[in-house]
């Protein structure tokens, strides 16, 4: 059972990795924006923060419940799995979609 749950720990983090890497990147491609530039790498740091803080939690919820599992341990390892990237593709998206309108809102401002 223990080597299910620190591989499901690995991977998952690794997942969340990735991804909180990936708004940085679209944080630093916008930030040769003219018009948002200025703030397009705060806001994608700020928000890169708050999706790696939330999903390092969400991840360490699933991980909690593996025990629930203990007789099919690889069934929890796939199951927790799944889990976990269904949630943080999820929560990847509502980052994106708040650098995006964050930024959209900077540049609002900005013109009036």
Same mark, same amino acid.
């Given at each position: 059972?223990?080597? &299910?749950?620190?591989?499901?720990?690995?991977?998952?983090?690794?997942?969340?990795? =990735?991804? @909180?890497?990936?708004?940085?990147? /679209?944080?630093?491609?916008?930030?040769?924006?003219?018009? @948002?530039? %200025?703030?397009?790498?705060? =806001?994608?740091?700020? !928000?890169? @923060?708050?999706?790696?803080? /939330?999903?390092?939690?969400?991840?360490?919820? /699933?991980? %909690?419940? &593996?025990? /629930?599992?203990?007789?099919?341990?690889?069934?929890?390892? &796939? !199951?927790?799995?799944?889990?976990?990237?269904?949630?943080?593709?999820?929560?990847?998206?509502?980052?994106?979609?708040?650098?995006?309108?964050?930024?959209?809102?900077?540049? !609002?401002?900005?013109?009036?």
């Amino acid at each position: 059972m223990m080597v &299910f749950l620190l591989s499901f720990i690995g991977l998952a983090l690794a997942a969340l990795a =990735v991804l @909180t890497r990936m708004i940085l990147l /679209i944080g630093s491609m916008q930030r040769d924006c003219p018009e @948002t530039g %200025a703030a397009a790498q705060l =806001v994608a740091v700020t !928000v890169a @923060t708050g999706f790696c803080a /939330i999903g390092a939690g969400g991840v360490l919820l /699933i991980a %909690a419940a &593996f025990p /629930i599992l203990a007789q099919a341990p690889v069934m929890a390892f &796939f !199951v927790g799995l799944g889990l976990a990237v269904l949630c943080l593709g999820l929560g990847f998206s509502h980052a994106v979609n708040t650098l995006r309108l964050t930024l959209y809102r900077s540049k !609002v401002l900005a013109d009036s």
